[in-house]
């Protein structure tokens, strides 16, 4: 008889996930607090936002979702990179990608539905400043009631 002790399906399926992973994802472009940003293999206009498994109250990526399909349409939607897909649990959101801004392009007005306006929150699409995470719906109440009306207000993190 052998001491024969079976290998946990999980150490097995370890590595055949890591290897998905690089497969399906692209380089990792950043990481917040609540998830990891990450390039589309083939698509140099896109980004996978994944949230992180203690993120899973938060769901910042069906905020995004929801909030982009409310104002899309709208005066306000000008301030935001789309969203185009998102996962069945909210997990995975494809948004456009944004490209780096610099402290001078950041907006000194913003619609004053615009919250968490720091520097890392913004980027240019077709050179024009947009908000890339905008995931905390506190600031969007208004907007989404009354979607023709805002105003713009100081940028006070710039």
């Given amino acids: 008889m052998t ?5 946990p399906l999980y150490d097995w399926l370890a590595p055949i996930q890591e290897e998905f992973n690089h497969f399906m994802l692209g380089g990792n472009l950043g990481q917040g607090k609540y998830r990891n940003v990450y390039a589309v293999p083939g698509r140099e206009d896109l980004v996978y ?7 899973e109250r938060d769901f910042c990526n069906v905020t995004e979702w929801n909030v982009w399909h409310q104002l899309k ?3 306000a939607g000008q301030w935001l990179a789309p969203c185009h897909f998102i996962s ?4 995975i959101l494809v948004m456009e990608r944004t ?7 950041v907006p000194k007005q913003v619609p004053d539905f615009c919250t968490d306006v720091h520097q890392g929150n913004w980027g240019l699409l077709k050179n024009r ?20 009306k805002f ?7 710039v």
């Fill in 3 to 7: 001491n024969y002790t079976p290998t």
């Fill in 49 to 55: 936002k994944i949230e992180t498994p203690h993120a």
């Fill in 73 to 75: 349409d709208t005066p």
């Fill in 88 to 91: 069945r649990s909210g997990s």
């Fill in 99 to 105: 490209k780096e801004i610099s402290a001078k392009r």
């Fill in 129 to 148: 400043p947009v908000m890339h995470d905008y995931g905390f719906l506190s600031g969007f109440i208004s907007v989404i009631r009354d979607k023709k």
């Fill in 151 to 157: 105003k713009m207000v100081e940028n006070t993190r």
